[in-house]
């Protein structure tokens, strides 16, 4: 297997991106935006058109955000689908979530049009059918919610208009679109330096204060003094608990096959499976083959002990349902926070100062939310009426989804229970390099890294946020929380919050022999 093969980047990844200056200064701007993913860029770019004054900070450098992870559907066809949307928020708020995102849709449309941006976007009809073909039954139970809420575009087809598959019956829904996501980015930052807008990158905040004398206090100790903070960061750092418990952080998994060039007719699909599937085709300039791109598998962060199983469930789902086949050029996954009642947290931090505000809870459609956010953020810090501030409120708790809250809280803190109950009586010494594991430590847990030169790293098995038990991710060598998602690469560093710190280290990594037997590994994928 090639290197491509075993990688869990996307193929947008490839790109070679800005390089930005990390801030090393003390400076003063109208608004700071933490996060330079789709939510942080766009709010950025539509403030600095309001006449703002805009600096975009990040801790990780170009196209390391969560939108280089995603598959780029930009579209109105919701995840959790429109039946239970109507059932949470009632056939006004549905119609204003369905009309938001076809919004979406627009803007990215027409700021790809008016500043240039060359980034393979294109409009596309999407599909969604059933997971078995020949079941007509919650298409039409999702057709009656769509029309209800207006929109008469959306059509029950007795098959999707396609070639290469038998979809079986399934609604068409017009006039979405793809792109490549690290391109628009791109063209996003050109567009944001060029008005004037400030951009930091390998510039972590630590210290997000809001009220008269706001400011975020950067990782080297730097101030960004402001009037007003935009935290974009997937899910907010400046939270501890709030927040936290009204979204769940997923897994969702990917792979990338060639097919042949023109044999799959652009669109974006999805099933009806839960989890669900979700596909879309990437043309390839200069070769003969066209990328198939497969996603789905999704489960809790830190819940799966066999994740590289997910890849070949997409494989076997992608040639049974699909009836294609062809090598497998990329694996990824990429980061999904579930709110609890399917639409995103956009609007002011509750329990926070009013000039503090969040964007989180993508629900899998992080291009149009990140979009939405943009258009609500600009629109609140500029003192404007946005029609869809109250239907993503960040400090809404809505009690048709008080079931969802439970589960995925309990879901959550049930894993509490594994500092009592996993046990790995190997000693550090015994980890061959690569490989991590959570190891007994006299009555207490630790977290061992070895890493390829032979160093240990040894560090306190507790996530930095709430001190849940973290688990080894032996894909993605990863340290992931299974409480609330927060994620750190092998040696301790963070990825992916809420967590806002390292990793506790136990002692200072030391060099060790490798083990001269091997230990027992992981049973081979059947």
């Not at 096959?257 to 085709?281: C, N, S």
């Not at 061992?448 to 894909?475: I, Q, T």
Request: glycine share 10%.
């Amino acid at each position: 297997m090639s290197h491509l093969q075993q990688s869990t980047h996307s193929p947008w990844q490839k790109l070679i991106g800005p390089v930005f200056p990390r801030l090393n200064s003390d400076i003063k701007t109208d608004v700071c935006v933490i996060g330079s993913g789709i939510s942080g860029l766009t709010t950025a770019y539509l403030l600095l058109q309001k006449g703002f004054q805009v600096a975009v900070i990040d801790k990780e450098s170009f196209g390391n955000c969560e939108t280089g992870f995603s598959t780029a559907h930009i579209t109105s066809a919701l995840d959790d689908r429109f039946a239970q949307l109507r059932r949470w928020h009632g056939d006004d708020g549905l119609r204003l979530a369905y009309e938001s995102h076809h919004e979406a849709i627009k803007l990215i449309e027409r700021i790809v049009r008016d500043e240039h941006i060359e980034c393979e976007f294109e409009k596309v009809d999407g599909y969604l059918f059933q997971g078995e073909p020949n079941s007509t039954g919650p298409l039409d139970v999702e057709l009656e919610a769509i029309h209800a809420a207006g929109f008469t575009d959306v059509k029950l087809l007795d098959r999707a208009p396609v070639s290469f598959f038998e979809s079986g019956p399934c609604l068409q829904f017009p006039n979405q679109a793809q792109f490549h996501p690290l391109k628009y980015l791109q063209g996003l930052l050109r567009v944001i330096r060029r008005s004037g807008g400030e951009v930091y990158q390998q510039t972590k905040a630590v210290e997000v204060k809001g009220g008269p004398l706001a400011f975020v206090k950067t990782e080297q100790g730097f101030k960004i003094s402001c009037r007003h903070i935009v935290v974009a960061t997937n899910v907010p750092i400046n939270d501890l608990v709030t927040m936290h418990t009204k979204e769940a952080a997923y897994r969702t998994y990917v792979i990338g096959m060639k097919v042949p060039q023109g044999e799959v007719t652009p669109a974006l699909f999805w099933d009806t499976e839960d989890p669900y599937h979700y596909v879309r085709i990437e043309r390839v300039p200069g070769q003969d083959y066209d990328l198939l791109i497969v996603g789905g598998e999704d489960h809790r962060v830190g819940q799966n002990d066999n994740p590289q199983r997910l890849y070949l469930n997409l494989e076997d789902w992608t040639r049974l349902r699909l009836g294609l086949t062809g090598e497998i050029v990329y694996r990824w996954s990429g980061q999904i926070i579930e709110p609890i009642d399917g639409l995103a947290y956009i609007g002011r931090n509750p329990g926070d100062e009013d000039n503090v505000y969040i964007a989180s809870g993508d629900s899998g459609n992080g291009i149009t939310h990140g979009s939405v956010a943009g258009m609500i953020l600009s629109d609140l810090i500029a003192g404007q009426v946005n029609p869809w501030a109250s239907l993503y409120d960040p400090r809404r708790f809505n009690w048709k989804g008080l079931g969802t809250y439970a589960r995925e809280n309990w879901k959550g803190a049930s894993k509490y229970a594994d500092w009592l109950t996993v046990q790995d009586r190997r000693r550090p010494e015994e980890l061959l390099p690569g490989e991590g594991a959570i190891l007994s430590d006299g009555i207490g847990k630790i977290a061992v890294y070895r890493d390829e030169e032979g160093y240990l790293h040894e560090f306190s098995a507790a996530c930095p946020h709430l001190k849940g038990m973290l688990h080894w991710n032996s894909l993605e060598k990863t340290w992931d929380c299974p409480f609330h998602g927060s994620r750190f690469n092998p040696v301790g560093e963070v990825l992916n919050g809420p967590a806002f710190s390292n990793m506790s280290p136990k002692e200072t990594s030391h060099l060790t022999t490798p083990p001269s037997k091997k230990p027992e590994q992981e049973k081979p994928l059947q």
